[in-house]
Antibody, heavy 118, light 111 residues
């Protein structure tokens, strides 16, 4: 069974840092590109970041560019999102998702909640 | 403001058909057949319902269908059922500085 499990969320003060992880199983992780997508409380989905299978093609949403860094460890079947200089508006559930061909996401993890508040 | 525009809500009675629109630009929907649709039940992660404009993944009921015309994509639910009550999001590949964009979401209510 394909599974994605996020962890690392929590409460952090504005300006602080947090590192999210996404542990995957049930498929050949090294063959797939991955995405991070977030959802603020009561709001819609916002695409955050993309990393290809070899980590040599990376993209970020405009709202996180320069503050967030995506990485992966294919040997450990793990995806990460390093979040620095966090702001109140970064408060959201963060989902990792596997990319299937042509930019669609399946499956998604259950999400991890990040709260940025003083 | 989301990059793709969806109606905030759509409703219908059981058995009826409803259509959710998703309007983008020539940088996304208008130039690529990389539109996907996601269903999100309350408290759950999104689930893909349609990919590449009109393809249904295995396990998604045939009453869900997708189409595209110009810069607008559409998701149609035929024979609406109570279990279809959820939020629905469209997504598209984009050639802007980002890589993917979502619509603001549409809440489907079954009357």
């Amino acid at each position: 069974e394909v599974q994605l499990v996020e962890s690392g969320g929590g409460l952090v003060k504005p300006g602080g840092s947090l590192r999210l992880s996404c542990a995957v199983s049930g498929f050949r992780f090294s063959s797939f590109s991955m995405h991070w997508v977030r959802q603020a409380p009561g709001k819609g989905l916002e695409w955050v970041s993309y990393i290809n299978s070899r980590s040599d093609d990376i993209y970020y949403g405009d709202s996180v560019k320069g503050r967030f860094t995506v990485s992966r460890d294919n040997a450990q079947n793990s995806l990460s999102l390093q979040m620095n200089s966090l702001r109140d508006e970064d408060t959201a559930i963060y989902y990792c998702a596997r990319e299937r061909a042509s930019n669609w996401f399946d499956p998604w993890g259950q999400g991890t909640l990040v709260i940025v508040s003083s | 403001q989301s990059a793709l525009t969806q109606p905030a809500s759509v409703s219908g009675s059981p058995g009826q058909s409803i259509t959710i629109s998703c309007t983008g630009t020539s940088s996304d929907i208008g130039s690529y057949n990389y539109v996907s649709w996601y269903q999100q039940l309350p408290g759950k992660a999104p689930k893909v319902m349609i990919y590449e404009v009109s393809n249904r993944p295995s396990g998604v009921p045939a009453r869900f269908s997708g189409s595209k015309s110009g810069n607008t994509a559409s998701l149609t639910i035929s024979g609406l059922q109570a279990e279809d009550e959820a939020d629905y999001y469209c997504s598209s590949y984009t050639t802007t500085s980002t890589l993917a964009v979502f619509g603001g979401g549409t809440k489907v209510t079954v009357l």
